[in-house]
């Protein structure tokens, strides 16, 4: 019986028509942006200036807080501007817009073919080497690894997980990184779990990517053999299932252990990392090279060139499109991300992030949505919904405005992975209507959070004065 | 290529639909509808065709001059309505009186309430019990089928009305039983004498199974039923075999397969959750039995299942998914 986790979930055709494609390298475009907002958190301030002439692999731009990552420049060339500049919703973002020059790197990056397995004796040179390099989770949610591999005081990691699920159809850029990227890979998970205090660590990969399953197993064998560093490392095989990927939901797999509502994976001894995230991990610790490319997967039935590609960071959307053929006239829809929480592209100008990991073409036949007719009380959201939440429910108090009780039943827990809209047969959009009251709930939650706090810090101030009053 | 598209994920659907949901219980019937068209002859097809066309008709006036809305039909449901209720009427029933069944069933029951998903009540069994208590003449009035090819119509008891009026009339359960000859096995694929559609429980079986199969329904509703039916007659059976039917008996008689495995697991009115439809479903089988036991009604499937219905939105807030990292 292979592992999955236990509550909910779809079985969407995996369509990943591009699975055979190999990771080539893409041209270099004529002018890369690259925004300051590339991961969650603070967005990054910059520390070049217009005019300055900048190589490959040279910071551009340092943390703009805590939670928030280096950015380096993906080309060599001259910063022709820094202002905002549409993302692929539309919205503004600062940039730093380089115009390209040559491909001259910086000299401290190691660009020979040689694997490097030796794991360095010490974990905090490994996070402070991952911090330099800019490294953010790639699966999707772009938080700062670093920040990650530093867990609060009083926890404990006790397992890091390598997320290879790509439970998203049609994404094949994990599956190709793993063919053709193993050993590095598996040493950038054995750099992270060294960073963790040399936790044990296991490959979680869907059984729809055997080639894969086997090829890991292979490294980790002939490595280990040779390294003990690489003994506590394995591969799971997991049912196919989405949002197996969600990190919450591949703990469960992993590990069987539920992490609570508004918890951390570290809270119940976990830590994920996406596989993406390993090979950057190893690029930056063995060969200083930060995170200023990644592979992006082309495709989409209307797509005619199926492909996955090795972009810099900052590369046009329409320059990859183009250079690939162009827009396919069929195509009605452009996905930044896989189709079940990918995000719609309104502006195709707009530059990829490092967390781009695919674009979708979709045609109106398989995106446009149908129109709602009455729920039927089937249920099947309800026994989609991965997180047991009951999204007709759900939506019902959403229409009727009670917050409270939307509270209570859990809306703040929801993931939007999109099984509920995605199942319901009277294509109501459940997930829009949750999706709203999840964020209005989660602004009354934190509001009475940040009151609550006030007032403690006023009770505390007042006792002080009185104590101080009366031992004066 | 014009203007991208842009809303919010996911930006794909599955292919099911309300639509072919529908479609999947009326492939499910398929096979109950021939059998009781072969024993009970053209005039069975009748009633089904006037029942499905009043439904549907009824459903269409509905939505087009009184809500204007679209029509629903498309949906097909008022299509399931329609072949219920006329397979839960004896073949003699008149047509008029099955047409009067569709006007409740689809006008009262499930329009006034807003149409699909708003109904509380199962429409078919509505209209049913509401023709059982309007015309009880003709809804009791049970012949043996001419088939079609043809054999003189012979009225008589249902099994189960024979053994609710052998016992006012002092007989045990044993003896009624040695004089009507029934033979389970026989039950089990020609079940005649009572409403059309309750002939062939291996028909009914396989509908149910196809259901399962194409993940319509759950079974956990209809096996709860079943389950509950057996032990409680079980138990007062062991106590007394003189003054109560046995399990097997009450497995295969009256519209228990039909209501079990087709009206109880009716999405809008029954729960939504697992456990939910297990309490829906033991109460119903339980209900069942008090009525035949102790009713003055022979069967009680009808009655059971719409009492039931009245208590789902309690059991639907009774109980609730587990949630994901909650206690």
Redesign the interface.
């Known amino acids: 019986m292979k592992r999955t986790f236990s509550i909910g979930g779809i079985h969407p055709h995996d369509s990943k028509i591009s699975r055979e494609c190999g990771i080539k390298p893409l041209a270099i475009p004529g002018t890369v942006y690259i925004s300051l907002s590339q991961h969650i958190g603070a967005p990054a301030k910059p520390v070049v200036a217009v005019g300055d002439k900048v190589k490959v692999g040279q910071v551009i731009a340092e943390p703009g807080g805590f939670v928030s990552a280096f950015i380096h420049s993906s080309v060599s060339g001259t910063v022709k501007s820094i202002g905002p500049r549409k993302d692929l919703a539309g919205n503004p973002q600062m940039t730093v817009e380089i115009a390209v020059e040559g491909d001259e790197w910086l000299e401290t990056i190691d660009r020979t073919p040689d694997l490097v397995t030796a794991i360095p004796e010490d974990g905090k040179e490994i996070v402070e080497k991952i911090r330099l390099g800019g490294i953010v989770g790639l699966g999707g949610a772009t938080f700062p690894t670093h920040v990650k591999l530093m867990p609060p005081p009083g926890s404990k990691c006790e397992m890091l997980i390598i997320n290879g699920c790509e439970c998203e159809p049609y994404l094949t850029s994990d599956y190709r990184t793993l063919l053709e990227r193993g050993e590095e890979v598996v040493v950038g998970a054995a750099l992270i779990a060294k960073a963790l205090g040399g936790v044990p660590c296991t490959f979680g990969i869907e059984e729809n990517k055997p080639e894969a399953i086997a090829h890991i197993r292979e490294i980790i064998a002939k490595l280990s053999a040779s390294d003990k560093a690489y003994s506590n490392i394995s591969v799971m095989s997991l049912k196919k299932r989405y949002p197996q990927g969600g990190e919450k939901q591949l703990i469960d797999a992993v590990m069987h252990r539920q992490v609570g509502s508004g918890g951390l994976p570290i809270s119940v001894g976990a830590v994920v990392q996406n596989v993406a995230t390993a090979l950057a991990t190893y690029e930056a610790v063995q060969k200083n090279k930060p995170l200023f490319e990644n592979s992006v997967t082309m495709t989409g039935e209307c797509f005619p060139q199926q492909a996955n590609v090795m972009v810099r960071v900052g590369t046009p959307l329409s320059f990859i499109i183009d250079s690939l053929g162009g827009i396919p006239e069929d195509a009605v829809k452009i996905v930044s991300g896989g189709p079940m929480m990918g995000r719609a592209v309104a502006n195709v100008d707009a530059a990829t992030l490092k967390g781009t990991g695919g674009l979708l073409f979709l045609t109106a036949a398989q995106t446009v949505r149908k129109e709602a007719s009455a729920c039927i009380r089937c249920g099947r959201c309800a026994d989609a919904c991965p997180m047991g939440l009951e999204p007709f429910l759900l939506r019902k108090l959403a229409l009727a405005g009670d917050m409270a009780a939307l509270e209570a039943n859990a809306v703040a827990d929801c993931i939007e992975c999109g099984c509920c809209l995605y199942s319901c047969p009277a294509n109501i959009p459940l997930l829009d209507i949750i999706r709203l009251a999840k964020a209005d709930v989660m602004k009354i939650m934190r509001a009475r959070a940040a009151e609550a706090k006030a007032k403690a810090e006023a009770e505390k101030a007042a006792a002080e004065a009185k104590k101080s009053e009366s031992n004066g | ?1 014009g203007k ?11 292919k ?3 639509r ?2 529908m479609l999947d219980v009326v492939i499910a019937l398929l096979p109950a509808v021939i059998v009781s068209v072969v024993f009970y002859g053209w005039r069975e097809l009748m009633l089904l065709g006037v029942s499905v066309g009043a439904c549907l008709l009824l459903e269409w006036a509905v939505t087009r001059f009184m809500l204007k809305k679209p029509s ?1 039909i498309g ?1 097909l ?1 008022a299509v399931i309505t329609g072949i219920l209720l006329a397979l839960n009427v004896p073949y003699t029933t008149p047509w008029w009186v099955i047409a009067i069944g569709a006007v409740f069933a689809i006008g009262v029951a499930k329009m006034t309430f ?5 109904n509380i009540f199962n429409p078919a069994i509505a209209g049913r019990v509401f023709l059982l208590v309007s015309f009880p003449t003709y809804m009791t009035t049970w012949s043996q089928p001419q088939g079609l090819f043809g054999l003189d119509a012979i009225t008589g008891a249902t099994p189960l009305g024979a053994v609710k009026e052998g016992l006012l009339a002092g007989s045990s359960v044993q003896d009624i039983m040695a004089a009507g000859g029934y033979d389970y096995a026989t039950m089990l694929y020609a079940n005649l004498g009572g409403s059309a559609g309750e002939a062939c429980a291996i028909a009914l079986l396989a509908g149910f199974v196809y259901l399962l199969c194409r993940r319509v329904i759950k079974p956990w509703i209809t096996l709860s039923i079943f389950a509950t039916v057996a032990l409680t007659s079980l138990i007062f059976w062991g106590i007394n075999p003189a003054r109560f039917t046995d399990p097997l008996f009450n497995l295969l008689t009256g519209g228990l397969i039909l209501g079990a495995c087709f009206m109880a697991t009716d ?2 009115t029954s729960p ?2 697992a456990w939910g439809g297990v309490v829906f479903g033991v109460g119903i089988g339980f209900l069942t039995m008090m009525i035949r036991y102790f009713g003055s009604y022979p069967e009680g499937v009808s009655f059971a299942i719409l009492i039931m219905n009245a208590f789902v939105p309690l059991i639907n807030m009774a109980f ?7 206690k």
Do not use: A, C, E, N
């Not at chain 2, 991208?4 to 794909?12: A, C, E, M, Q, R």
């Open positions: 290529m991208l598209l842009v809303t919010p994920s996911p930006h794909i659907h599955t099911d639909s309300t072919s949901l629903t949906d449901s807003g149409g699909i998903g708003q999405y809008v939504m959750s609730h998914q587990k949630k994901f990292g909650r």
